[in-house]
């Protein structure tokens, strides 16, 4: 008797264990996300292997070597390529900055370099060319994305560089960093433009300047306007206007302190390019701004 309850215990155990597996099994037999599916966009795999060729053939690199391109867009190991790149892309951007402005004043050319290759303006060059679709990154909440895709942006010139050399660096730099337009003139003022351009007249050899009202209406109005020039003997340096004289003056200073800061040379060779050129110039370089 007490082996045949044993007996009835062990099927009902059974077919216990049965409807389990038949119960699991049909929570089961839809879709499953597999390993490979649950892998972040940041890891490699065969889709983003592929991604990461069509960026590359996107910005010309189809002879870069797949792995060092895969180095420099995976944040993790790509400090040496970002080291490397961070330096070169200041060299061309120095070298080619300072040949088209070569008057600018040096606290006026740190802001230019900043807004050319600072970490904003190349993380906006990255996403612009899609570096946010491909770059890998552990997101662990300290780091931004914005920071990640300068870095990795950096660390492309840095592979460039490494690989193809120079020109295959420089090219690239003047294509997708250099090239694009830049209103420096804003970037150029200075705190008490008035003593700034009585010492720069001074340092050239010029006359003093001298303000001149060039037109005012509303004088008595509660809006009035003035033109102010600001002038060197006879030569107009800048022109300002305002609701008040002192204002139209102050801009006329600004306008003619940015006249002569962001003059631009349109006609010039790199050093970088002394070695392709015959009877090669020197760029002109520009003395330093006025002391006051």
């Given at each position: 008797m007490f082996a045949a309850f044993s007996r009835a215990r062990c099927q009902t155990t059974s077919l216990r264990c049965l409807r389990a597996n038949r119960i699991m099994a049909f929570h089961t037999s839809g879709p499953v996300m597999t390993e490979q599916q649950e892998l972040p966009p940041n890891v490699a795999s065969p889709t983003n292997n592929a991604t990461l060729s069509a960026f590359g053939a996107r910005l010309g690199l189809q002879s870069l070597n797949p792995s060092l391109l895969e180095q420099a867009v995976t944040h993790s190991s790509a400090a040496n390529l970002t080291f490397l790149g961070k330096r070169v892309i200041g060299l061309y951007a120095t070298e080619y900055l300072h040949a088209k402005y070569p008057s600018m004043h040096m606290n006026a050319f740190a802001e230019v370099l900043r807004k050319y290759i600072g970490n904003k303006s190349l993380s906006q060059i990255g996403s612009e060319v899609g570096l946010q679709d491909v770059v890998r990154w552990e997101r662990d909440g300290n780091t931004v994305q914005s920071a990640v895709l300068a870095q990795c942006f950096n660390a492309l010139v840095g592979a460039i560089y490494q690989e193809q050399g120079p020109e295959a660096a420089k090219k690239f730099v003047h294509a997708h960093i250099l090239s694009r337009e830049l209103d420096v003139r804003p970037l150029l003022k200075l705190q008490n433009p008035k003593r700034y351009l009585s010492a720069l007249c001074k340092k050239l050899g010029q006359e003093a300047p001298v303000s001149r009202?060039?037109?005012?209406?509303?004088?008595?109005?509660?809006?009035?306007?003035?033109i102010v020039g600001v002038f060197s003997g006879e030569k107009k340096l800048g022109e300002g206007f305002g609701s008040s004289l002192k204002m139209a003056e102050?801009?006329?200073?600004?306008?003619?302190?940015a006249s002569y800061y962001g003059k631009e040379e349109k006609d010039f060779v790199l050093p970088s390019d002394a070695d392709h050129v015959d009877n090669y110039k020197p760029p002109v370089l520009g003395s330093t701004e006025a002391i006051i």
């Open positions: 009202v060039i037109s005012e209406t509303g004088r008595l109005s509660s809006a009035p306007v003035f102050f801009r006329a200073c600004q306008d003619a302190l």
